[in-house]
């Protein structure tokens, strides 16, 4: 499975934005997707998931509520909608597939991932 991130870019406090995550092959409805993010010099941290048929999601507490992740299995495509983005979460946002889980060794293919920054 190949994977490419789009979609990140600068926004102000408050905003939002909507990344997308494209796949190659067959299999992309038996993976579980995930969206992680990393700022340099910290770990990747998980953000959401969402199950291969899509009828399970899961988020980091920061991001309930205001975070949004679904899947359309005809277009292999992941997309993550954020809202109500806070300047603390610029970062480098990855998506990755492999089985369900909020680990990081749980996918086993990852995208390239995308910038998005927060400005106060």
């Known amino acids: 499975v190949q994977l490419q991130a789009s979609g990140g870019g600068l926004v102000q406090a408050g905003g939002s934005l909507r990344l997308s995550c494209a796949a190659s092959?067959?299999?992309?409805?038996?993976?579980?997707m995930g969206w992680f993010r990393q700022t340099p010099g910290t770990e990747r941290e998980f953000v959401a998931a969402i199950s291969g048929s899509g009828n399970s999601t899961y988020y980091a507490d920061p991001v309930k509520g205001r975070f949004t992740i679904s899947r359309d299995n005809t277009k292999i495509t992941v997309y993550l909608q954020m809202n109500s983005l806070k300047p603390e979460e610029t970062a480098v946002y990855y998506c990755?597939?492999?089985?369900w889980g909020r680990g990081i060794r749980r996918y086993d293919y990852w995208g390239q991932g995308t910038q998005v920054t927060v400005s106060s």
């Open positions: 092959g067959r299999t992309f409805s038996t993976y579980s």
């Open positions: 990755a597939a492999g089985v």
